[in-house]
């Protein structure tokens, strides 16, 4: 039961790159989520999904897209990478979902630095 | 829009007790977190309380609420070196459906 996994762990992009992260979850989780963390600020979520087949966008949607592709798999994808999208990626899950107090499930994260 | 905030550093001695402050601005919060983070991990969840609590307690955690203040603490007793980490404070709400709101963290370091 490896919980969360996020890959790749590193990653420098060019600007105007394009990238996925990849995020699955073995604990039959409904719910999957985006965040990204940056200095001196908690975590800010990008995107989520409620259940499979469902996405929708969270507070910094900006520059991102999603796919649930079933229901153990989130990705979350930068089209035209910018250096303001330097940042380490959370991807996190849970059962129920945030508004019935839920446990979040977080994976190591993804460290990206686009130059 | 909702807020939460806390200080960035605290610095106690070994054995000594925490005490890590929060305060946040949804008056709606159902929900109030207290996450970790070590280095180089993800977010680990501490414990939580329901907003219609005062108090939790669980082993070396102690977690006040006082909603009419809108704050929230978190007391680690006996505190080791294994506690070093950032903390998190967060809030989500019926509301804000599956938002959650984090605030900026703290980072607690231990002196000898």
């Known amino acids: 039961n490896a919980g969360v996994t996020q890959t790749p762990k590193f990653q420098v992009l060019k600007t105007g790159q394009s990238m996925t992260l990849q995020c699955a979850q073995d604990m039959n989780h409904n719910s999957m989520y985006w965040y990204r963390q940056d200095p001196g600020m908690g975590l800010r979520l990008i995107y989520y999904s409620a259940s499979e087949g469902t996405t929708d966008k969270g507070e910094v949607p900006n520059g991102y897209n999603v796919s649930r592709l079933n229901k153990r798999e989130f990705s979350l994808r930068l089209e035209s990478a910018a250096p303001s999208q330097t940042s380490v990626y959370f991807c996190a899950s849970s059962d129920l979902g945030l508004a019935e107090g839920d446990t979040q499930y977080f994976g190591p994260g993804t460290r990206l630095t686009v130059l | ?112």
Not at chain 2, 90 to 98: C, G, L, V
């Open chain 2, 1 to 112: 829009g909702e807020d939460v905030e806390q200080s960035l550093f605290l610095s106690v001695r070994e054995g000594d007790s925490s005490v890590i402050n929060c305060t946040y601005t949804d008056s709606s919060s159902t929900y109030l977190y207290w996450y970790k983070q070590e280095p180089g991990a993800g977010l680990q969840l501490l414990t939580y309380i329901f907003s219609n609590m005062d108090m939790k307690q669980d082993q070396r955690l102690t977690v006040l609420l006082n909603k009419k203040d809108k704050h929230l603490s978190l007391r680690i007793a006996d505190t080791q070196t294994g506690d070093s980490a950032i903390y998190f404070c967060a809030e989500s709400s019926y509301s804000s459906a599956s938002k959650i709101i984090f605030g900026s963290g703290t980072r607690l370091s231990i002196r000898p």
